[in-house]
Structure formats: structure tokens, C-alpha cells
């Protein structure tokens, strides 16, 4: 959990006097939708959800119209083969293997892991009826991009 990271942006928002922003921590799979959010982010935690095929139709349930979902998640592609040169590809699929996915199938989940990649990630968005769905490189992170989707109006 991110609680210490919730209880900073609390402090901040008070000392900057933000009156229209509240930080929770919840489970994105459990979001609540009433009231509606205008903004939901995920950080490296939808691949190793125990349904993330689920997850960003949860989200989108739980965002008002034209709500923005930002969802930070590993950057790699989603067939291995095209992951062959990816220097970072040996620790990424160690990773998926030995923690993502095992965390996922003890849920009795998809077990994703990983190395889902960016192409699984637009379909699920897709999928949840997300629309102008971007990605963005981090530039001083090589391991995540940012994908940043909004609900239909």
C-alpha cells in the first residue's frame, strides 16, 4: 500500500490550500462508483491484477463522463518475440515469472505478469471502452509507460 505517499499528498494539497482534490488508497479492482471519480491512476499495478482484463471496466464504472484513467505500466511489447532486443527483457520476464505472475495465479488469476505489453494493454482499454487512448515514454524511467485514456463524454 502507498500510504505514506497518500498522507504526503494530503499534507501538500493542505499546505498549498487544494480544496477540490482528495487521495485515497483503494483497490482498483473494488473502485467505488458512486460518486464518481474525474480522475483515476494506477501505478505498475494493473499486470498483476488477479483479472486486469476486469480492472479498466471497473475503472471506467467508476469514472464520471470524460474522466481521465492514467495508468503507468511496463514498457515492452506483448509477444515475446518482439522483446528479444529489449535490454531490459531477461530481468522483466525474471520479474513476471517469479513475482507478477505468481501473485496473480495465487488469486486464482490471469496470471499476466509482467510482460503483458503494450498491445494486451490497448486492447483491455479498448475493450472497457476507453477512447483517445495515448502512450507516453517516460524519459528518465526504461522500464514504464504512460497510457492515458479517457471515457466517452
Known sequence: ???DAIDR?????AAWALTNVSFEVLDVARL???PSSTAVFAFDAI???AD???VPSRVRAALEPGGWFVMMDIKAASALEENLGHPLAPWLYA???LH???VSLAEEGAGLGTVWGEQLALRMLDEA????VTVHDVPDDPFDSVYVARTPS
Open 1 to 3: 500500500m502507498a500510504g
Open 95 to 97: 520479474v513476471s515469472t
Open 52 to 54: 486486469p482484463a476486469g
Open 47 to 49: 499486470h498483476g491484477q
Open 32 to 34: 467505488p462508483s458512486d
Open 9 to 13: 499528498a494530503r499534507t501538500e494539497a
Open 100 to 102: 507478477c505472475m505468481t
Open 129 to 132: 471502452g476507453f477512447v483517445d
